[in-house]
């Protein structure tokens, strides 16, 4: 029988985002050993309804009020991608734990000063590849460790969600300034599934990308990331396409197949 939780982690959210309402809030709010605490939001009757769907009984007017709560343990962080940086670094600095929305920030080298400055300052922070956790990676590390397909040579992701037809203006992945593209939202998934199978970072990597005139951001990206020994993964991504999220690990004697390898819920494909 499972030792009863002795204290919650006390969790406030960093503005009253969609992913926040529909995926993560909920699950904190399930969990054995979180509670969603309050809310953090500049618009006021946005927060109230985030607050009021989610059973949340605290708003918070503003992301500073909230990170120096003493009431809250740990922050969550899905701001649009260019703030991540700014407010998952004042958070660690203010003592919290840090989960940040993936990607960690929008370029490596501001990604690596924050996770320089969380170790420095003693704080835990996690990017939020919510993939990684559930049990079908682990059989497919299983298979793999156990020369089911042999030495691994390539990897091969996709994920794509038809955003485009027509696009928002106000969505955020159509704003360049905030860190929009479809490499930053969805790509990074593909980069993080090579580099979970390699185990390394890669060598050198080629990419093509569309960009769109009119909201100046990558529609539809692909990339060959080159590791070591000569193995390759191979990632795309994009806002046209309605292609769901799938991996596919290639070895010297069979191949593994995730078809619902990032998102396993979303949407409901045919596949003949």
């Known amino acids: 029988m499972a030792r009863p939780i002795e204290k919650r982690l006390r969790w406030g959210i960093l503005g ?38 989610l059973g949340i009984a605290r708003v918070v007017p503003g992301y500073e009020a ?9 922050i969550y962080n899905p701001l649009p991608n260019s703030l991540h940086a700014e407010w998952s670094r004042k958070a660690a600095a203010a003592g919290k734990a840090v989960l940040c929305e993936k990607p960690l920030t929008v370029t490596a080298p501001e990604a690596e ?16 590849f919510m993939y990684r956790f559930h049990p079908q990676h682990r059989r497919v590390r299983e298979l793999i460790d156990g020369d089911a397909i042999g030495e691994v040579v390539e990897v091969r992701t996709h994920l794509s969600a038809n ?12 704003i360049p300034d905030l860190g929009g593209g479809v490499l930053l939202d969805m790509g990074c998934y593909g980069v993080s599934i090579c580099r979970m199978i390699f185990g390394e970072a ?19 990206t692909a990339g060959i990331l080159e590791f070591s020994g000569g193995r390759i993964g191979m990632v795309s991504g994009s806002f046209r396409a ?8 290639i070895g010297r004697k069979g191949t593994i197949e995730v078809p619902r390898g990032i998102i396993p819920g979303q949407g409901k494909r045919v596949s003949e």
């Open 16 to 53: 009253a985002s969609a992913i926040a309402a529909s995926a993560v809030g909920p699950a904190i709010r399930a969990s054995r050993n979180g509670t969603l605490a309050a809310v953090a939001s500049r618009d006021e009757a946005r927060g109230r309804a985030f607050a009021e769907r």
């Open 66 to 74: 909230l990170i120096e709560d003493e009431a809250i343990d740990a």
């Open 113 to 128: 000063r924050l996770v320089d400055d969380c170790r420095t300052l003693g704080r835990p922070l996690m990017e939020a």
């Open 163 to 174: 955003l485009a037809g027509p696009a928002d203006p106000a969505n955020v992945r159509f």
């Open 202 to 220: 890669p060598e050198r990597v080629r990419g093509w990308w569309e960009l769109d005139a009119k909201f100046g951001v990558d529609m539809t």
């Open 242 to 249: 309605d292609g769901g999220g799938f991996y596919t690990v």
